[in-house]
């Protein structure tokens, strides 16, 4: 049965709330992945490949293809299309693999 918008009448839908990514405010709204907010915000980039620099961020869109990691709350190679958005969230763009290489 489709629905109207009539249906609607009475819901309360959850208030959008804040993240950030590399220390920019991104409006987010209740369930959505940290990829989608991003998105949203015309974030289209988030991550750097190991060889070459070149900018990555969703691809797949269903956690196949590991294009659209990104670095969570201080945790590297998080699949930004699968990660919820939670208020609060610290995105920062990965580099490479995301974790710093030992000095030689």
């Known amino acids: 049965m ?34 989608a907010a991003l998105w949203g915000a015309g974030i289209l980039a988030w991550r750097t490949t190991r060889d070459g620099g070149r900018p990555r961020g969703a691809f797949c869109g269903i956690g196949q293809c590991y294009d659209c990691l990104a670095t969570v709350n201080g945790e590297p190679n998080r699949r930004a299309c699968l990660v919820p958005a939670r208020p609060g969230d610290a995105i920062t763009t990965q580099e490479g693999h995301g974790h710093d290489r030992l000095a030689v």
Do not use: K, M, N, S
Not at 4 to 33: M, S
């Open 2 to 35: 489709a629905r109207t918008p009539a249906d609607l009448v009475g819901a309360h839908p959850e208030a959008p709330f804040e993240i950030t990514f590399d220390g920019r405010r991104v409006t987010a709204l209740p369930g959505q992945t940290v990829a």
